[in-house]
């Protein structure tokens, strides 16, 4: 009987280290997920947080929010078609705005244009929350992509950048 308890007890001992051994990695496993979550949800936040500060006008959360040099950048390519942009058509109401700025304002058009009151104009921010989103979804692991706006009205698009500063927006058309 001495003999079949201590051999019980030797198994268990080595039953117990191995599941000692395997909680390291389910924690490690429950970590990377909750990251993953985290990071999923990261930017439908930073979208929240963009609605949030253009009710209010918060001037100086939409100037961390928003990366105006990005957005001009990426309408200069879309109308040089020399080079490649992530931008796709561009709606009928937005091209003539362009042409009319262009006209008035030659080839400094987008700097003058794009502006955090244009960016402010386009946005169809309300109280709440999500901001009219139709889609939003992942491009790439620093890219996300939105369709905002609301079912009967035209819809801006727009695409959220992972970069140092945390999410910001650097894409925005009609």
């Not at 104009?121 to 992509?145: E, I, K, T």
Request: proline fraction near 6%; charged fraction near 20%; hydrophobic fraction near 50%.
């Amino acid at each position: 009987m001495m003999r079949i308890s201590s051999r019980l007890q030797r198994q268990a001992r080595i039953v117990m280290a191995q599941g000692e051994r395997r909680l390291p990695v389910k924690r490690l496993l429950a970590s990377l997920l909750v990251l993953l979550l985290l990071y999923g949800l990261s930017p439908y936040v930073t979208l929240w947080t963009l609605n949030r500060a253009l009710i209010r006008d918060n001037q100086a959360a939409l100037a961390v929010l928003v990366d105006l040099d990005a957005i001009r950048d990426e309408l200069a390519r879309r109308l040089n078609k020399n080079q490649e942009s992530a931008i796709d058509a561009l709606s009928d109401p937005f091209i003539q705005w362009l042409e009319a700025g262009i006209r008035e304002h030659g080839a400094q058009a987008l700097d003058t244009l794009v502006t955090l009151d244009w960016v402010r104009a386009q946005w169809p921010a309300r109280p709440g929350y999500p901001p009219v989103l139709s889609r939003g979804f992942f491009v790439g692991p620093r890219d996300f992509r939105l369709q905002i706006g609301a079912p009967d009205a035209p819809p801006v698009m727009a695409r959220l950048h992972l970069g140092a500063r945390g999410w910001r927006l650097n894409m925005l058309y009609y």
